[in-house]
């Protein structure tokens, strides 16, 4: 007969390893405001207290709070299987993320707790635990004295709870100033604004965070899309899962300010592949998930405008492989080649449009756009020439005579120096987003231009100013202006003559 044998964990051994599973302390808090909005918070507030060493971290929240039973349960580890049947709204699995979060940042874990008119509280530290002689767990009782301040903000609702953190040798490290506490929290806003904020936006969101008394605004991932598609509803065992792609704005079609807060907390190009979301929470907020042709994609410049939605049921976390810090997600099998097929009709409309500059295609029924360069496919590799027929540059060879010889000679050295290496170079290690189109440029500037253009188009080749606007707004970059365009006067001044 088989015998056994009782082997604990030694608690303070157990509790240390821990500590690495991985978090940030971005996506610490994150964890711990999923447990607030399971718990039906309306408002969580999180706390940043800057003392030095003796820093802390509080949240609280006006959710329906916790008895001392209920709470001694939270603060178990292990106290529930994530095989267990979960309510379809709860964002928890493993019955581990309040301490491991916790402990990613800090050694003094307390959680008090209002309901009914009672309040209870719990504590665990680590360096209580280290010193114990007998390995125990050591739960304690009873809220620190200095967190009677937080205490009080509990008190002024009916019912929440409240998690601090302190002993933050994780967080305040050697050298860790002031300065870099208020970088560390702009961080923490940038994440919880992306990974809640379906819970945050609309005239009546679900939820209302502050930090440290400022509310954070939702940044939405999709909000500046210019093509979606149909939101199509995949079967899988665990559940239904839906997709839709998003081909977000060029920059072209961006103000400066929206360019950078469409961006993102990582940026555009970090930004980009899918979004995977179980009850309206983001679990991964831009990842290729592993998927791709005959090798995995990888984050490139020209698919920085691609963004994939994905909808989970809590209920499929085995089938996606959640981790505990709910950060990574791998598709089922069954479904790996509908959102692959999605995936790469999305990644090639995304790469034509970062290609040509915010525009795919000219409108229905509209002639095509010329354009000043066009690439030549040898067998050798990419060329790239100037295109000879654009309007801008046959004008000038139609009038050089005798210096269109050095006109064209000037041309083919631009197109051989073109610097290629160095403008991806730019774009895809600097993340420097070339400035074309005249983007950069002011009104005054790119209408300066345009004069001379139309008053080319008229005085020279004899076009009505109606068909000189016309092909104007056929003509790269000036279609990406037709306001300017279309307000160009019938009789320009100081019309360009024919010669004689």
């Not at 999180?46 to 609280?60: E, M, N």
């Not at 300065?179 to 919880?192: K, P």
């Not at 940026?267 to 179980?278: H, I, K, L, P, S």
Request: hydrophobic share 40%.
């Amino acid at each position: 007969m088989t015998r056994s044998r009782s082997v604990p964990p030694r608690a303070s051994a157990m509790l240390e390893a821990l500590r690495g599973l991985g978090y940030t302390t971005a996506s610490a808090l994150a964890d711990i405001v999923d447990n607030s909005i399971a718990a039906n918070a309306s408002v969580i507030r999180i706390v940043f207290d800057w003392r030095g060493p003796s820093t802390r971290i509080a949240i609280l929240d006006d959710g329906a709070g916790m008895g001392e039973d209920e709470l001694e349960k939270a603060m178990r580890l292990g106290e529930r299987s994530p095989l267990e049947a979960r309510a379809t709204s709860d964002l928890g699995r493993f019955g581990l993320g309040l301490k491991t979060a916790s402990f990613s940042q800090a050694r003094r874990l307390t959680v008090a707790s209002r309901q009914n008119d009672s309040v209870n509280s719990f504590c665990w530290d680590l360096d209580i635990l280290a010193a114990a002689k007998d390995d125990g767990w050591h739960l304690m009782e009873g809220l620190p004295t200095e967190a009677d301040d937080l205490l009080a903000e509990l008190d002024q609702s009916s019912s929440g709870t409240l998690v601090l953190w302190e002993a933050l040798d994780r967080v305040v490290t050697k050298n860790f100033t002031k300065q870099d506490f208020l970088d560390l929290i702009d961080r923490v806003e940038s994440h919880i604004a992306m990974v809640f904020h379906r819970y945050l936006e609309g005239p009546r969101p679900l939820l209302r965070i502050t930090i440290n008394g400022r509310p954070v605004s939702p940044w939405d991932p999709f909000a500046t899309a210019t093509w979606s598609s149909p939101v199509e509803p995949l079967p899988t065992e665990a559940g239904i899962v839906e997709a839709q792609g998003h081909v977000l704005a060029h920059r072209d079609r961006l103000s400066t300010q929206d360019y950078a807060i469409a961006g993102g907390p990582e940026g555009w190009t970090a930004q980009q592949g899918f979004y995977v979301y179980r009850n309206r929470r983001l679990l991964v907020p831009g990842n290729w998930l592993g998927l791709g042709g005959g090798r995995p994609w990888t984050k490139e410049e020209p698919y920085r405008l691609a963004r994939i939605r994905l909808d989970i049921p809590n209920s499929a976390d085995a089938d996606w492989k959640i981790d505990i810090r709910k950060s990574i997600a791998r598709p089922p099998v069954s479904i790996r080649y509908r959102i692959t097929h999605l995936a790469e009709d999305t990644r090639e409309r995304a790469r034509r449009v970062f290609a040509h500059r915010g525009q795919v295609v000219a409108p229905v029924g509209s002639k095509p756009i010329a354009q000043a360069w066009r690439a030549e496919h040898l067998k050798t590799g990419m060329r790239y020439r100037i295109d000879e027929d654009h309007p801008a540059v046959k004008a000038v060879l139609e009038q050089a005579s005798d210096l269109a010889p050095q006109i064209k000679a000037m041309l083919r050295v631009i197109e051989e120096t073109l610097p290629v290496q160095r403008i991806w170079l730019d774009t895809a290690e600097a993340k420097e987003t070339p400035q074309t189109g005249f983007s950069s440029s002011s009104l005054d500037e790119i209408v300066a231009v345009l004069d001379v253009m139309y008053r080319n188009l008229i005085g020279k080749k004899g076009l009505s100013p109606a068909l000189a606007r016309e092909q104007l707004l056929a003509t790269e970059p000036f279609h990406q202006y037709p306001d300017l365009v279309r307000a160009l006067p019938d009789e320009p001044k100081n019309t360009i003559e024919r010669p004689t």
